[in-house]
């Protein structure tokens, strides 16, 4: 799949220049993410989904097509794209899969970027490679059982103990919990501190003290992995503090800024996969004597559901060539994922609507994609928690001339 892609650097100046039009190399990059989810992973959606099944296999075959380290550099055994690469091969994996499509997001911005971002060199050296390559699997673990959107109330401690950290507590809703190999971990160094007492480690899997706990009954996506993880007394080498004490949170927000593209990435696909099958059939479902595309209700329909999808990954885009010419895009991910996610649903709830009572039933995809779209609304911070971010940056931005 790695044609000749140019350097990243040249790859962002070139999308910069045309914002709107990708290049022939994205463009081949797309279509081989389209024909490996088309031949590798379409066929086995609906098994996967009724067994919740995680499929390992064809994860690692995605690793071997470079998709496992698509941002990072190829000094580190990555593939060496950036962010607009990213977003349009998890649009494409999601369009099929977005349980695919979410496993490879956790993995990419959220696990490994974290460990590239605030890691010091001998800690990049150890782990990117091998999870650049998919030999490992990468989880990353901020939520707690009563710590969602208030990271400040995380309970997960981690003690220094002479050259050692004592992990001590749970999380909760983790992707990859139970497959991940090496997993960033965000926990309290000093209580009184509130998010500036929270630092990242990294934990690996078979460390004395640590297990993945409760394996999560989901509403939908389910063939990606969401688990408990559980630490009791855990032990990990002083050296595995990513970045300095006390900046945890503050690396957490960093490497979210990116996620929050990676989850519009994600909306954008599942409606695309949704409005693709909705399209197809009304096109071949007859009634009163002719096609129902036929009439001007249907096609309305059609007509906003293209229109948000549209929009949504054009945000999504935006954000994604921002971040690749080094911008802060915390303003821009926030809207991406804000407007992609409630676009989605809205997009995915109408082509049910359209199946009628075909709609409701597992043979048909729309069902699939109706239920797995909702997380778009709540992973990476709520819908509420974006306009929050949203509207903090505008305030910062335009301040109160009163």
Excluded at 55 to 84: N, R, S
Excluded at 252 to 257: F, G
Aim: charged letters at 25%.
């Amino acid at each position: 799949m790695q044609p000749d892609l140019g350097t990243k650097n040249q790859r962002a100046a070139a999308t910069a220049a045309r914002p709107f039009v990708l290049s022939e190399e994205q463009e081949q990059m797309r279509r081989a993410v389209r024909e490996f989810a088309a031949a590798e992973i379409a066929p086995n959606v609906a098994a996967w989904d009724e067994k919740n099944e995680f499929p390992l296999e064809t994860i690692k075959k995605l690793g071997a097509m470079g998709l496992l380290g698509i941002l990072i550099p190829a000094d580190y055994g990555g593939a060496g794209l950036g962010y607009v690469d990213y977003v349009l091969a998890v649009e494409e994996l999601s369009a099929v899969d977005g349980s695919i499509g979410l496993t490879v997001a956790a993995h990419n911005s959220l696990g490994t970027n974290h460990i590239f971002v605030a890691g010091n060199e001998a800690q990049r050296r150890r782990y990117v490679p091998k999870l650049a390559s998919g030999e490992w699997l990468a989880a990353w673990a901020l939520t707690e059982p009563g710590s969602g959107s208030d990271a400040s109330n995380a309970r997960t401690t981690a003690v220094k103990k002479s050259d050692r950290y004592v992990l001590n507590g749970n999380k909760t809703f983790i992707t990859n919990g139970h497959y991940a190999d090496a997993m960033v971990v965000i926990a309290v160094t000093d209580k009184s501190r509130g998010t500036h007492g929270l630092s990242a480690f990294v934990v690996e899997k078979g460390t004395k003290g640590f297990r993945p706990g409760k394996k999560e009954k989901k509403l939908g996506l389910c063939a990606s992995d969401t688990s408990e993880l559980i630490f009791e007394d855990c032990e990990i080498p002083a050296e595995n503090l990513l970045g300095a004490e006390g900046e945890g949170f503050i690396d957490a927000m960093r490497v979210l800024d990116g996620g929050r593209i990676s989850i519009a990435a994600l909306a954008v696909g599942m409606a695309r996969g949704a409005l693709d099958a909705a399209v197809k059939y009304v096109k071949q479902r007859r009634q009163f004597g002719k096609a129902i595309a036929e009439f001007q209700g249907i096609q309305w329909k059609l007509a906003d559901m293209a229109t948000d999808l549209d929009a949504a990954r054009l945000l999504t885009l935006r954000a994604a060539v921002m971040k690749d010419a080094g911008h802060k895009t915390t303003r821009e991910s926030s809207m991406a994922k804000l407007f992609a996610g409630e676009a989605a649903v809205k997009i995915c709830d109408e082509a049910v609507q359209l199946f009628g009572g075909y709609g409701f039933i597992k043979d048909y995809p729309v069902e699939k994609f109706y239920r797995d779209v909702k997380l778009c609304t709540i992973g990476e911070g709520t819908s509420e928690i974006q306009r929050m971010v949203i509207s903090r940056e505008i305030l910062n931005v335009y301040p109160s001339r009163g």
